[in-house]
């Protein structure tokens, strides 16, 4: 038990000084390095654009807190992931420990103005040896992907508030330019129109080769 709140109050010192470090804002396109250590969701590239590219994802199980309400997504993010960290320390139905996994994903449903909150979800990639039968737990709920598509831009440094909008908007500036704009545009309408989602790959512990993507959720037939 020490050892859980000692672990959690570390987290805790280390997420609240995110906005601290700087973000250098650079297409960077490398693939996270913590991927290499841990596990990630598997896919494959479909198309390597400019300033882009087009994923697919494989069919997985993701562990998801309900909506927050905040104007912060550093915020937002910071206290699902905190749910989140619990429930992998022990906290759910098995009482059971689970691997960490990587990217947090951050999904943003934007508000209509710059003082209106908006609505964020947290989601943890599920390890494969716990697909099957993920554990259940109070105040999260269990989500399935099947074949999925994304189109993804990479910044780096730690993530701020007021990266959010810039990214995503340098990304749609790029599909726009490409063939990708009426295919992903058509998708969306389908899939999670007006929201897209934030991919963090590092520990707090990193502080250099940090790699973010910023996804836009689209169906393809």
Same mark, same amino acid.
């Given at each position: 038990? %020490?050892?859980?709140?000692?672990?959690?109050?570390?987290?805790?010192?280390?997420?609240?000084?995110?906005?601290?470090?700087?973000?250098?804002?650079? #297409? +960077?396109?490398?693939? !996270? =390095?913590?991927?290499?250590?841990? &596990?990630?969701?598997?896919?494959?590239? +479909?198309?390597?654009? #400019?300033?882009?590219?087009?994923?697919?994802?494989?069919?997985?199980?993701?562990?998801?807190?309900? !909506?927050?309400?905040? +104007?912060?997504?550093?915020?937002?993010?910071?206290?699902?992931? /905190?749910? /989140?960290?619990?429930?992998?320390?022990?906290?759910?139905?098995?009482?059971?420990?689970?691997?960490?996994?990587?990217?947090?994903?951050?999904?943003?449903?934007?508000?209509?103005? =710059?003082?209106?909150?908006?609505?964020?979800?947290?989601?943890?990639?599920?390890?494969?040896?716990?697909?099957?039968? !993920?554990? =259940?737990?109070?105040?999260?709920?269990?989500?399935?992907? #099947?074949?999925?598509?994304?189109?993804?831009?990479?910044?780096?440094?730690?993530?701020?508030?007021?990266?959010?909008?810039?990214?995503?908007? %340098? /990304?749609?500036?790029?599909?726009?330019?490409?063939?990708?704009?009426?295919?992903?545009?058509?998708? &969306?309408?389908?899939?999670? !129109?007006?929201?897209?989602?934030?991919?963090?790959?590092?520990?707090?512990?990193?502080? &250099?080769?940090?790699?973010?993507?910023?996804?836009?959720?689209?169906?393809?037939?």
């Amino acid at each position: 038990m %020490a050892t859980n709140l000692f672990n959690l109050s570390v987290v805790l010192s280390l997420l609240s000084s995110l906005t601290n470090w700087p973000n250098t804002n650079q #297409n +960077i396109g490398i693939s !996270p =390095p913590s991927c290499s250590r841990i &596990e990630c969701p598997s896919y494959d590239v +479909i198309h390597a654009g #400019n300033g882009f590219e087009i994923r697919r994802y494989n069919s997985s199980m993701w562990i998801s807190t309900s !909506p927050i309400e905040d +104007i912060s997504f550093v915020d937002a993010t910071r206290s699902g992931f /905190l749910q /989140l960290f619990k429930y992998i320390q022990g906290k759910n139905k098995y009482s059971e420990k689970i691997e960490m996994t990587a990217p947090v994903l951050t999904q943003v449903s934007p508000s209509d103005g =710059p003082f209106c909150a908006s609505s964020f979800g947290v989601s943890f990639y599920v390890p494969k040896v716990n697909q099957a039968d !993920p554990p =259940p737990a109070k105040g999260l709920h269990v989500q399935k992907w #099947n074949t999925k598509y994304a189109a993804v831009r990479q910044f780096s440094g730690f993530v701020k508030d007021s990266d959010i909008g810039v990214e995503a908007a %340098a /990304l749609h500036e790029s599909l726009v330019a490409s063939s990708w704009a009426d295919i992903v545009e058509k998708g &969306e309408a389908t899939s999670l !129109p007006s929201s897209y989602i934030v991919a963090q790959y590092n520990s707090p512990f990193e502080f &250099e080769n940090r790699v973010n993507e910023i996804w836009m959720m689209f169906d393809m037939k």
